[in-house]
């Protein structure tokens, strides 16, 4: 693991239970239903299907899906993060595979899930070209990529955490400058997204790649959460052309 990647992952561990307070508020709030509705739109119904989700953190997206019956696997390079995923999946009585690991080189076989999820990580990635490639070689042929993240390069998150409203406001001070001092040291944050990782899952081998460029009406609904004001957008794509038509 390179020096970035420690420091990253430290720096999570660190967050961890703050950070799983503001997902499990999430989760009892009507956002969770916006999203899990949402993430429906995209998937194929009547059965079930093996389900990995990537940066899963306080394994919101993994206890959704979860819900609705599916096989998940969730995995996490902060092992503060994957303590608190489990806890809220048992709060939830929903059964989840939680893992310790590296988004950049996962411990699965080619081809073993169905969709490959992933919410506001790739910006914090030192080489998210080597993720999108192992995302792509586990998934099986015909397999979904939902990638929901923001372009938050240009965004000065010291400035952004003085707004009464944004969810960082009463984040530590010297967190919010660590963190941007580690967003600032990648070379994700220097591209223009999300413009620049549809032209790489292209590359890749991706195809029917589409995106949505703010969710943030459809997803962030509720009144009582607060969130960054950077827009979220939803990055969809296949293995192949034997893509899915979801109903």
Not at 131 to 159: H, K
Not at 204 to 218: K, L, N, S, V, Y
Request: charged share 25%; proline share 4%.
């Amino acid at each position: 693991m390179g020096e970035i990647s420690k420091q990253i992952q430290s720096y999570w561990n660190r967050r961890s239970q703050d950070f799983s307070a503001v997902r499990r508020k999430e989760l009892a709030s009507r956002d969770a239903d916006a999203w899990q509705s949402y993430i429906m739109r995209y998937l194929p119904q009547g059965r079930s299907l093996r389900i990995l989700d990537i940066g899963t953190g306080p394994g919101f997206l993994a206890i959704l899906m979860a819900r609705l019956g599916h096989d998940v696997t969730a995995i996490d390079s902060s092992t503060g993060m994957i303590q608190e995923a489990c806890r809220n999946a048992e709060e939830y009585h929903v059964s989840v595979d939680f893992q310790t690991g590296d988004a950049q080189a996962l411990p699965f076989a080619p081809a073993s899930f169905d969709v490959v999820l992933s919410r506001n990580l790739t910006w914090n990635l030192p080489d998210a070209v080597k993720a999108y490639r192992d995302w792509y070689r586990v998934l099986r042929d015909g397999g979904l990529l939902l990638n929901f993240d923001s372009d938050y390069g240009p965004v000065r998150f010291t400035s952004a955490a003085s707004e009464e409203k944004n969810i960082h406001h009463d984040v530590d001070s010297d967190l919010i400058r660590e963190c941007e001092s580690l967003k600032d040291a990648l070379a994700i944050s220097r591209e223009c997204r999300p413009a620049w990782d549809m032209y790489r899952l292209q590359d890749i081998g991706f195809t029917d790649c589409q995106c949505a460029e703010d969710i943030r009406p459809i997803v962030h609904i509720s009144s009582s959460m607060q969130y960054d004001s950077a827009p979220l957008f939803c990055l969809s794509a296949h293995k192949s052309s034997l893509a899915w038509t979801a109903h």
